[in-house]
């Protein structure tokens, strides 16, 4: 029996090698166009925005009748879309506003960990020895401590003083050990290539290796590595602004040990702080968190495909041929070119990363930088030097000018007729009002001569007052002038009128009081050059050519000094409690207390000094939103039973206090937005005034009540006095009231009638 074998026909198959080339990227286009919508939010999303991020709305009455507090659930009220948080802020306009900060303050420090990581990988990679070993034991050491454990310490230490740059060096200290083993890794494989070899037999240093073969390889895994640390360091961000650590922070201290922080510009971190009082806020922005995440990732992975090795050999096959094509081209002027290529793409990656680090970081300290100059910075009509009594139309008493070094006295002037305070033009020409023949008006140079008299057509002493501490027979009142943009001098007469004189002296018009009464405001003038003063009842507005705009009671007597203080666009006049509509006369805004006072900042903003508060007014249209900027302690400060006097913001956003009782040393009190500690200045002679605050922030001092000798002084921000000058004897009835600073100069008017020039000019 024979046994057969089937036959069976043999197939041959070819397997085909799949086509890794024609795979479609899907990662690396769906990350692109998830982060391409974040930049295009970071860039105009403040613009898309359909309302003030800092607009608070206590209460949304609606159309048909009712009305509703915040929080606001999404869709609930129309015009807060997505909701709004417990102070009825726009939730959508904040999250449009919030990109931004928060997408910069990613791009930096994760720029800064491919920087750092960078450098040690390739170091690492690159030399042998103990120095490879040390910096082996130091990336293992940074991979393994716990990235928000280091932020939040450094964070703590830095203080809140440091502001971005302390989240930038918390957030930048551990990240970058990952990207330095990686790289690394990658500098050992292109070491052991053939090409470096016979770059080194060529004669090439190190440093051209590195930068020439090295880097240009590594350079694509770059890329993929800032996506990833990207999303690393925004993980980071937001888990600290959910523990309540993030940028644009105010820190309001409210007892020994205990404080808040308050919230300024929103940013993501800010806006998951309140997952419990203000759930809507945090829901929306940890969704767009997710969503950044989502798009860095994708976007990461989507690189590393691109950029693999596999991806660039199996190509298709004209990408082959061209491939061979190029190889095949030696010739000089090919390799030149390739070597320029390189160079150039090393050089643009530098450049990029360098740009993002000083760009971004340059953005975030512009905007969170304590000492940030406004833009909206009170500007002088004429620039003049000294253009009221109080320097300009808001009565900052703040000049940038250096005042004197020393209280050494340059020269005096006494008028027995008694003098006002003086005013100093551009020229450095200082005016003062005098009593002689009833009134004249003194033109001085700086040197003390006096180049001419005007004579004003109605008396310029203001009628006395029963005030007991004005008692001396010696003391007679004037106005102080003012300085128009053009140059003319202002000077009000006893009974309210005003007078304009020419700089060379010549009367040019005059507004007569219909109501005589006596001088209470002096005169100031706006930035369209309107015309503001008062009387005891009633404060004027005047236009440059002297008529009257409009006339309208004294809003309160409940004033301590009876100062007019403009804002910086010449909308809203303040006096003391009382907001006033320059345009209406009518009274816009008016304060709880009479203890409290609308201030103009040196920074072109509008505050409200409390007890130990100043609050920044944004007024718009519809209203005003307050934003939180200093809040004292009063009882470490000791302010407690202390009245504040007087208070002002630098441009630089430094706010200071003046605290007294009347009879006690007074206290200056300054203290920054993002400032922990205040500093303290504890004058040494009772009643006294602040005059002046120049530029580097010296505070010019002197009694302002006959109960002690008359001393001035100069004082830094941090308390130390640099000069002293006593003007008179001790429990004599002659006091300063009238002040003047110019550069390295000091103008002060006695009681006596004594003009006084304090410091020497530069030669």
């Known amino acids: 029996m024979s046994s057969t074998v089937p036959l069976t026909r043999k197939t041959h198959t070819t397997e085909k090698t799949p086509n890794v080339y024609s795979r479609f990227n899907w990662s690396l286009w769906a990350g692109l166009l998830i982060t391409g919508f974040i ?108 990235v928000l454990f280091v932020a939040l310490a450094v964070i703590a230490l830095m203080g809140q003083s440091w502001g971005v740059w302390a989240f930038i060096v918390g957030l930048s200290l551990t990240g970058w050990a990952e990207v330095a083993q990686v790289v690394r890794e990658q500098t050992r494989l292109v070491k052991q290539q053939s090409y470096v070899e016979s770059a080194r037999a060529l004669g090439a240093s190190e ?24 999303s690393s360091a925004l993980l980071t961000t937001a888990s600290l602004g959910f523990l309540g650590y993030f940028i644009n922070a105010i820190w309001i201290p409210l007892g020994d040990f205990t404080g808040i922080r308050a919230t300024g510009k929103p940013e993501l971190g800010q806006m998951l702080n309140y997952s419990l009082t203000q759930p809507w806020s945090s829901l929306m922005a940890g969704t767009l968190v997710i969503v950044m995440l989502l798009g860095f990732n994708l976007l990461g992975a989507g690189l590393r495909w691109h950029f693999s090795p596999e991806r660039r050999e199996r190509g298709n096959w004209l990408s082959r041929r061209i491939n061979a094509f ?28 360098v740009g993002v680090l000083v760009g971004g970081g340059w953005w975030l300290w512009a905007q969170t930088a304590q000492a940030a100059t406004s833009d909206t910075a009170l500007v002088v009509p004429g620039g003049h030097l000294w253009a009221s009594a109080q320097h300009d139309f808001g009565a900052t008493l ?18 027995e007729a008694g003098l006002s305070g003086p005013v100093v033009a551009q020229d450095g020409m200082i005016y003062i009002a005098s009593g002689k023949n009833g009134g004249t008006l003194l033109a001085l140079n700086p040197a003390g ?60 018009w005059t507004f007569i009081n219909p109501q005589p009464e006596n001088l209470l405001l002096n005169p100031i003038v706006g930035p369209e050059g309107h015309i503001y003063y008062g009387t005891l009842n009633y404060i004027f507005s005047l236009n440059a050519e002297g008529n009257l705009r409009w006339r309208a009671p004294l809003p309160t007597y409940s004033y301590m000094q009876p100062i007019l203080r403009l804002s910086a666009d010449g909308r809203y006049l303040a006096f003391q409690e009382a907001l006033l509509d320059t345009t209406t006369a009518k009274i816009a805004f008016t304060a709880n207390t009479s203890i409290e006072m609308y201030v103009m900042g040196a920074d072109g903003k509008t505050y409200l000094r409390k007890q130990s508060v100043m609050e920044e007014w944004q007024i718009t249209d519809t209203g005003a ?10 009882r470490a400060l000791n302010i407690n039973f202390r009245i504040p006097f007087n208070g002002g913001v630098t441009p630089q956003g430094r706010a200071w206090f003046l605290y007294s009782t009347g009879f006690d040393s007074p206290r200056i009190i300054w203290q920054a937005v993002n400032s922990e500690s205040p500093e303290l200045i504890d004058i040494s ?34 308390g130390q006095r640099i000069w002293a000058q006593n003007f008179g004897q001790e429990f004599s009835v002659d006091f300063i009231f009238g002040a003047a600073l110019a550069p390295n100069r000091l103008y002060l008017t006695r009681t006596d009638g004594t003009l006084f020039a304090i410091g020497k000019l530069e030669q």
């Open 39 to 146: 930049v295009f939010l970071a860039l105009y999303g403040p613009a898309l925005a359909p309302s003030d991020p800092l607009k608070e709305n206590f209460i949304v009455v609606f159309s048909e009748g009712g009305f509703i507090k915040p929080p606001f659930a999404p869709f609930l009220v129309p015009g807060f879309w997505l909701g709004a948080d417990e102070f009825g802020r726009d939730i959508l306009s904040r999250l449009l506003w919030a990109v931004r900060p928060t997408l910069t303050l990613v791009l930096v420090v994760a720029t800064m960990r491919l920087i750092i990581g960078l450098l040690v990988g390739m170091l690492a990679g690159w030399v042998t020895g103990r120095v490879a070993r040390w910096l082996q034991r130091l990336m293992a050491a940074a991979v393994t401590a716990p």
């Open 207 to 230: 440093a051209q290796i590195l930068t020439r073969h090295v880097v240009p390889q590594i350079l694509p895994l770059l890329w993929v590595l800032l996506a990833l640390e990207a």
């Open 326 to 353: 190029a190889n095949s081209l030696g010739d000089r002027v090919f390799l030149s070119l390739a070597e320029w290529q390189r160079t150039v793409s090393s050089g643009l990656a530098a450049a990029l990363l």
């Open 398 to 415: 703040y000049t940038p000018a250096h005042g004197p070094a020393t209280g050494e006295i340059a020269w005096s002037l006494t008028e």
């Open 449 to 508: 001569e006096i180049l001419w008299e005007a004579t004003a057509p109605t008396s310029l002493i203001v009628p006395r007052t029963n005030d007991p501490f004005l008692d001396g027979d010696n003391f007679v009142l004037l106005g102080t002038p003012a300085l128009t943009e053009a140059g003319e001098i202002l000077v009000a007469d006893g009974t309210g009128s005003l007078h304009a004189f020419s700089p060379a002296g010549t009367l040019r």
């Open 625 to 634: 939103s307050i934003v939180p900027s200093v809040k004292l302690d009063e």
């Open 685 to 718: 002679t009772a009643s006294s005034n602040v005059l002046a605050v120049d530029g580097q922030e010296v505070s010019y001092t002197c009694n302002s009540r006959p109960v002690a000798q008359t001393l001035c002084e100069a004082y830094r921000r941090n």
